[in-house]
């Protein structure tokens, strides 16, 4: 089983729909949880972080639920900016900090 | 004024070939890692150096060096190349511990080298 699983998609969506990602992770002991987001052939950028409470940056919402291990993020309202695959991404300290990367969900906002 | 820089972008080799693969950060980090992301497109972390000394080091073939002559420079050489050796490597940084003002522990990524063996 990956360590961080996602569904790859793609995900073709209209624009100005809302789309939703979910993403579980494996180990129970991780720590912080973030959403990356990869634009095609190049690097991954920070999108979000996510806490417990749930959090909301603009159109994006983005929720933890440690019980279930489990991570979603919302995009409401989406642009054809949003176009890009999304990392979950679980960070995990045992003395060194990691990143665990998903496979990333392939993202597509058609006009 | 880029914050992580990598070079070559491109790097097309035949396999047996020895190269290397150069990153600077100037964002003042402690911390540098080095990434692969396959034709898959799933981003693996190989190595992480703390001020300069290794911190991680994933199963990775010894046939991949890092070499960090100081914290702002993380360097990997790679030996013998093999076709599966064909990906993106990404270079990143980061200040661990420390708030870097939009999130905790946020790693800045550079464009990545796309590697191709041939």
């Known amino acids: 089983r990956k360590e961080v699983e996602q569904d790859p998609g793609p995900f073709n969506v209209p624009e100005g729909a809302t789309v939703a990602f979910n993403c579980t992770y494996s180990?129970?002991?991780?720590?912080?949880f973030f959403w990356y987001r990869q634009d095609c052939r190049k690097e991954p950028k920070l999108l979000m972080s996510?806490?417990?409470s749930g959090n909301e940056d603009g159109r994006f919402t983005a929720q933890l639920n440690r019980a279930s291990q489990y991570i979603s993020l919302l995009i409401r309202d989406s642009k054809l900016s949003d176009s890009a695959t999304y990392l979950c991404?679980?960070?995990?300290?045992?003395?060194?900090?990691?990143?665990?990367f998903g496979t990333g969900t392939r993202l597509t906002i058609i006009p | 004024d880029t914050a992580v820089s990598q070079t070559p972008k491109y790097l097309v080799t035949q396999m047996g070939n020895d190269k290397s693969i150069k990153c600077e950060q100037n964002?003042?980090?402690?911390?540098m890692y080095w990434y692969k992301q396959d034709s898959k497109k799933f981003l693996k972390i190989m190595f992480s150096?703390?001020?300069?000394?290794?911190?991680i080091n994933e199963t990775v073939p010894n046939r991949f060096s890092p070499k960090s002559p100081d914290k702002a420079h993380l360097n990997l050489h790679i030996n013998s190349l093999e076709l599966g050796d064909s990906a993106v490597y990404f270079c990143?940084?980061?200040?661990?511990?420390?708030?870097?003002?939009?999130?905790?522990?946020?790693?800045?990524f550079g464009p990545g080298t796309r590697l191709t063996v041939l």
């Open positions: 990143a940084s980061s200040h661990p511990g420390q708030g870097t003002g939009r999130s905790y522990n946020e790693q800045f």
């Open positions: 180990n129970s002991a991780s720590q912080s």
């Open positions: 996510v806490y417990s």
């Open positions: 991404v679980v960070l995990t300290n045992f003395g060194n900090e990691k990143l665990t």
């Open positions: 964002l003042g980090h402690d911390t």
């Open positions: 150096y703390n001020n300069k000394e290794l911190i």
